[in-house]
């Protein structure tokens, strides 16, 4: 039987933004273009990914990672077993109890691959939408990419960490997993 509260088990992992606040609304500049300044396509991190397809501006709010708003309970419910490698779509937001599902009612963002020196941030606004920002100016056909931070409450090894939640950023500095540093 679930538990009315909306907990999180131990094992949950969870993607957070960066950055949680009311700053992120006021300082993003609104791209100016028209036409998308990206596409999603097959990426050498992982999978698919989004890419640029034409010069991107620091500052630029680029999307928004949308995904229907569930609870971690429902999350678990979901996705009840957490694959090795990891793989989620889930993306927590506010006080930690709730976050959104990419599966559903997802945006491009979802296919946004994690990095350890990314290009793009994830911030949430006040009103808990998440927002990819670019956090220095980026090149076309660059792969877009944001710090997942993933958290995880129990205790593992290094060894362990890198492989149930590995990264292929290839970046010199690579922690070689997507787990972030503790706060
Ligand atoms: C939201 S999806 C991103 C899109 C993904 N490339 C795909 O095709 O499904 C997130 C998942 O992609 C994979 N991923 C993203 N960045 C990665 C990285 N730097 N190294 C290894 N796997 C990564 C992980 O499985 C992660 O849970
Ligand atoms: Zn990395």
Redesign the pocket.
Known sequence: MPNKKSTTKKSTVKKRAAEKSVAAKRTAKKSAATSPAFRVRQ?G?????VFAVKKIRKGARLMEYKGERITWEEAERRYPKDPV?????LFEVGDGAYCLD?VRRGSPA??????CKPNCEAEEDEDERVFIVARRDIAKDEEL?YD?NLTFEERISKAEQKRRY????GAKKCRGT?LGLKK
Not at 45 to 49: C, K, Y
């Open positions: 990426s991190i992982h999978g698919r990914g490698p990891y793989h989620t779509f990419g979802k296919w946004i691959n994690h990095a990419t997942y590995p990264c292929w950023c997507m």
